[in-house]
C-alpha cells in the first residue's frame, strides 16, 4: 500500500491507534497534521514549545526592541556576512532555461544542447528538464560547470544517485536529503557507501599514477543516459571524501559545528530581522529549520536523520555555508506557496519538501523517456570554452553579475526592505549597459539583446500588482520575506550575424 504523503505527526509504526494519515491540523499554526483529536491530544506535550512560543505571537518584537538598544547590525554597518563562503544552494529562484514551447516550438525535433557556464547547484537543471514538453523525445545534451569543487562534487553525486537508483520515491528521497539535510538516513549512507564509492574508487585506482594537476575524464554509461565528468587527479581524490565522512564526525559535534553558524548569538539580530518580515507561523518553520537542518515537513518524524550529511560534512571541523542560507531561496516563492500541504496551509518548508519532490518526480520521469547526456567541469568558465567538444549551443547560461547587497525601530527596517521592491531601476540598468558598451560587445560577437524575452521575464522578481488589486498585499508579502531584492535583471541573447571575432 502507498504511504499517505501527508503523515499525523503522532504516528511510528507501534502506535496502532493511529490512523497515519494527517486530516486535521492544529488551528493555532496550522504548521502541523494529525489524524484526529486522539492523537492531537497525545502529541501536545511535544508540541506545546513551538506552537506557543512567542515567535507565533502578531505582538513579537525582535530582541533589540525588548531590551531597548541598537541592533548589531547597524553597529556594524550594512551588515556583514557569517559563516563559511561556499554556496551549495542556489540563491536565486530556479527556472526553465529551455522553455521550448516559447523559442523552437513544442514539436521542435532536433537535438537541444544547453551550457550551464557557472551552474551552482542542480536547480535548474532539474527544472528545465522536469518541464520539457512531452512532445519533445530528441537527444539532449547538458555541459555543466562550475569553479567551485564542492559544487561540482555534489552534482555529480546527486545525477549519479538519478542514473542508478530505479526505484523513483528511493531516488527522490535520496536527492533531497542529500541536497538540503544536515542529516540523512542510513538508507541514504547506503547508497552512497555501495552503490555512488565504488564507481569513484574504481575512477581513483585507474588514475593513481597520474600528476595531480592531470585533467582526466571519465563516462559512465547507464543505458540511454551517461554522464562525463572531467576532474584534476587530485580533485577525483577529494571526490572520495564525499562519499566517506571523517571518522572522527559524531552526530552530536556534527550538530554542534553547524549551530555555532546557523544559531550563532551574535547574528540573534539578523536572525530577527529576517523573521520580523516573515508571518508568525513561517517564523516558527524558520527557526525550527536553523535548528535540526531537515527539510521535512513541520510535523514528520526526525528520529531517522542521525547520519551527518557527508556532502555537507566532508571535513571534521566546519559546516561549509553562511548562516543566512536557505533552501528556499532557490525556488520560486509563488510556486512553493501554491504547494498543497493539507490542512497545515503554513508549513513553508514543508511546502517546499513537497514542491522539489514533486519537481524531482518529473525529471526523473523525464530522465527516463529521453536520450541524455551529461558533461560536468570544474574549472574558471573563462578557460571553459578550451575544453568543450562542442562550439554551439541552444542556450547558455551565464551566471549573475552585480556588486553585492544586503533605525532600531523594526517597522522602519521593514519599511527600508520593502522600498527596493516599488522602486523602478530600468534606466540604472540602461545607464549601466552602456556605460559596459553592451550592445557594441554583443554586435562584436554577432549577438543582440532580446527586445522581448521568451525564457524569463527581465525583470522576474518585481512586484506585479498594484497596490489595492487583488491579490497585490499578499504578493507584497511573499516578496519581502523571499530572498530577492526586485533588483535582479535577467538578459536574454540571441544571435544576429556571424560576428566579426
Not at 514539436?107 to 520539457?132: C, H, M, P, Q, W
Given at each position: 500500500?502507498t504511504t499517505?504523503e501527508?503523515?499525523?505527526?503522532?504516528w511510528?509504526?507501534?502506535?496502532i491507534?493511529?490512523k497515519?494519515?494527517g486530516?486535521?491540523?492544529c488551528k493555532?499554526?496550522?504548521?502541523i497534521?494529525?489524524c484526529?483529536p486522539?492523537?492531537?491530544k497525545?502529541?501536545w506535550?511535544?508540541?506545546?514549545?513551538?506552537?506557543?512560543?512567542?515567535?507565533?505571537?502578531?505582538?513579537?518584537?525582535?530582541?533589540w526592541?525588548?531590551?531597548?538598544?541598537?541592533?548589531?547590525?547597524?553597529?556594524e554597518?550594512?551588515?556583514?556576512?557569517?559563516g563559511?563562503?561556499?554556496?551549495?544552494w542556489?540563491?536565486?529562484?530556479?527556472?526553465?532555461?529551455?522553455?521550448?514551447?516559447?523559442?523552437?516550438?513544442?514539436?521542435?525535433?532536433?537535438v537541444?544542447?544547453?551550457?550551464?557556464?557557472?551552474?551552482?547547484d542542480?536547480?535548474?537543471?532539474?527544472?528545465?528538464?522536469?518541464e520539457?514538453p512531452?512532445?519533445?523525445?530528441h537527444?539532449?545534451?547538458?555541459?555543466?560547470?562550475?569553479?567551485?569543487?564542492e559544487?561540482?562534487?555534489?552534482?555529480?553525486?546527486?545525477l549519479?544517485?538519478?542514473?542508478?537508483?530505479?526505484?523513483?520515491?528511493?531516488?527522490?528521497?535520496?536527492?533531497?536529503?542529500l541536497?538540503?539535510?544536515?542529516?540523512?538516513?542510513?538508507?541514504d549512507v547506503?547508497?552512497l557507501r555501495?552503490r555512488i564509492?565504488?564507481?569513484?574508487?574504481?575512477?581513483c585506482n585507474?588514475?593513481?599514477d597520474?600528476?595531480?594537476?592531470?585533467?582526466l575524464?571519465?563516462?559512465?554509461t547507464?543505458?540511454?543516459?551517461?554522464?562525463r565528468?572531467v576532474?584534476?587527479r587530485?580533485?577525483?581524490?577529494r571526490?572520495?571524501s564525499?562519499?566517506?565522512?571523517?571518522a572522527?564526525?559524531?552526530?552530536?559535534?556534527?550538530?554542534e559545528?553547524?549551530?555555532?553558524?546557523?544559531?550563532?548569538e551574535?547574528?540573534?539580530d539578523?536572525?530577527?530581522r529576517?523573521?520580523?518580515?516573515?508571518?508568525p507561523s513561517?517564523?516558527?518553520?524558520?527557526n525550527?529549520?536553523?535548528e535540526d537542518?531537515?527539510?521535512?515537513?513541520?510535523?514528520?518524524s526526525r528520529?531517522?536523520?542521525r547520519?551527518?550529511n557527508?556532502?555537507?560534512?566532508?571535513?571534521?571541523n566546519?559546516?561549509?555555508?553562511?548562516?543566512n542560507?536557505?533552501?528556499?531561496?532557490?525556488?520560486?516563492?509563488d510556486?512553493?506557496?501554491?504547494?498543497?500541504?493539507?490542512?497545515?496551509?503554513?508549513d513553508?518548508?514543508?511546502?517546499?519538501y513537497?514542491?522539489i519532490r514533486g519537481?524531482?518526480?518529473?525529471?526523473?520521469?523525464r530522465?527516463?523517456?529521453?536520450?541524455?547526456?551529461?558533461e560536468?567541469?570544474?574549472?574558471?568558465?573563462?578557460?571553459?570554452?578550451?575544453?568543450?567538444?562542442?562550439?554551439?549551443f541552444?542556450?547558455?547560461?551565464?551566471?549573475?553579475?552585480?556588486?553585492?547587497?544586503?533605525?532600531n525601530?523594526p517597522?522602519?527596517?521593514?519599511?527600508?526592505?520593502?522600498?527596493?521592491l516599488?522602486?523602478?531601476y530600468?534606466?540604472?540598468?540602461?545607464r549601466y549597459?552602456?556605460k559596459?558598451m553592451?550592445?557594441?560587445?554583443?554586435?562584436l560577437?554577432?549577438a543582440?539583446?532580446?527586445?522581448?524575452?521568451?525564457?524569463i521575464?527581465?525583470?522576474?522578481y518585481?512586484?506585479?500588482?498594484?497596490?489595492?488589486q487583488?491579490?497585490?498585499?499578499e504578493?507584497?508579502d511573499?516578496?519581502?520575506s523571499?530572498?530577492?531584492?526586485?533588483?535582479?535583471?535577467?538578459?536574454?541573447?540571441k544571435?544576429?550575424?556571424?560576428?566579426?571575432?
Amino acid at each position: 500500500m502507498t504511504t499517505p504523503e501527508l503523515i499525523c505527526a503522532n504516528w511510528d509504526p507501534t502506535n496502532i491507534d493511529c490512523k497515519k494519515e494527517g486530516r486535521y491540523t492544529c488551528k493555532n499554526c496550522y504548521l502541523i497534521l494529525y489524524c484526529g483529536p486522539v492523537c492531537q491530544k497525545a502529541h501536545w506535550t511535544r508540541h506545546r514549545s513551538e506552537c506557543k512560543s512567542p515567535l507565533n505571537k502578531k505582538t513579537w518584537q525582535p530582541a533589540w526592541v525588548l531590551e531597548n538598544r541598537k541592533p548589531s547590525f547597524i553597529a556594524e554597518g550594512l551588515g556583514e556576512q557569517f559563516g563559511m563562503k561556499k554556496y551549495l544552494w542556489g540563491n536565486i529562484p530556479a527556472f526553465d532555461v529551455l522553455r521550448l514551447g516559447s523559442n523552437e516550438g513544442e514539436e521542435y525535433g532536433g537535438v537541444i544542447r544547453i551550457l550551464f557556464a557557472a551552474s551552482g547547484d542542480l536547480r535548474n537543471i532539474v527544472k528545465t528538464i522536469a518541464e520539457l514538453p512531452s512532445s519533445y523525445s530528441h537527444p539532449l545534451e547538458l555541459t555543466i560547470n562550475d569553479r567551485d569543487f564542492e559544487i561540482v562534487a555534489r552534482n555529480v553525486i546527486l545525477l549519479l544517485i538519478a542514473l542508478i537508483v530505479e526505484e523513483v520515491d528511493e531516488a527522490v528521497d535520496c536527492i533531497i536529503h542529500l541536497w538540503y539535510s544536515a542529516f540523512v538516513r542510513e538508507s541514504d549512507v547506503d547508497v552512497l557507501r555501495h552503490r555512488i564509492r565504488p564507481l569513484i574508487e574504481d575512477v581513483c585506482n585507474k588514475i593513481k599514477d597520474k600528476k595531480p594537476e592531470s585533467l582526466l575524464a571519465k563516462t559512465w554509461t547507464f543505458g540511454r543516459h551517461s554522464l562525463r565528468v572531467v576532474l584534476q587527479r587530485s580533485s577525483w581524490d577529494r571526490l572520495v571524501s564525499f562519499v566517506d565522512p571523517p571518522a572522527s564526525l559524531t552526530a552530536d559535534r556534527a550538530r554542534e559545528l553547524r549551530a555555532t553558524i546557523t544559531l550563532a548569538e551574535s547574528r540573534k539580530d539578523y536572525r530577527d530581522r529576517y523573521m520580523y518580515c516573515q508571518s508568525p507561523s513561517h517564523r516558527i518553520a524558520f527557526n525550527k529549520f536553523r535548528e535540526d537542518g531537515l527539510l521535512l515537513p513541520f510535523g514528520s518524524s526526525r528520529n531517522e536523520f542521525r547520519e551527518p550529511n557527508r556532502t555537507f560534512f566532508h571535513t571534521a571541523n566546519t559546516w561549509p555555508m553562511k548562516d543566512n542560507a536557505d533552501p528556499l531561496h532557490g525556488w520560486s516563492l509563488d510556486e512553493v506557496s501554491a504547494t498543497t500541504t493539507g490542512p497545515a496551509t503554513a508549513d513553508i518548508y514543508g511546502k517546499l519538501y513537497f514542491y522539489i519532490r514533486g519537481m524531482l518526480r518529473s525529471f526523473l520521469g523525464r530522465l527516463r523517456s529521453l536520450k541524455l547526456s551529461f558533461e560536468l567541469f570544474q574549472l574558471d568558465a573563462v578557460s571553459l570554452p578550451d575544453h568543450l567538444e562542442n562550439n554551439s549551443f541552444s542556450r547558455i547560461e551565464l551566471p549573475p553579475k552585480g556588486m553585492p547587497t544586503s533605525h532600531n525601530d523594526p517597522e522602519l527596517i521593514k519599511f527600508n526592505l520593502g522600498r527596493d521592491l516599488v522602486r523602478t531601476y530600468g534606466h540604472i540598468f540602461d545607464r549601466y549597459s552602456k556605460k559596459f558598451m553592451f550592445r557594441d560587445a554583443a554586435d562584436l560577437l554577432g549577438a543582440a539583446m532580446k527586445d522581448t524575452h521568451t525564457i524569463i521575464d527581465k525583470w522576474p522578481y518585481r512586484l506585479k500588482l498594484r497596490p489595492g488589486q487583488p491579490g497585490a498585499q499578499e504578493e507584497f508579502d511573499r516578496c519581502i520575506s523571499g530572498g530577492m531584492s526586485g533588483k535582479e535583471r535577467y538578459v536574454e541573447w540571441k544571435r544576429v550575424h556571424m560576428g566579426m571575432i
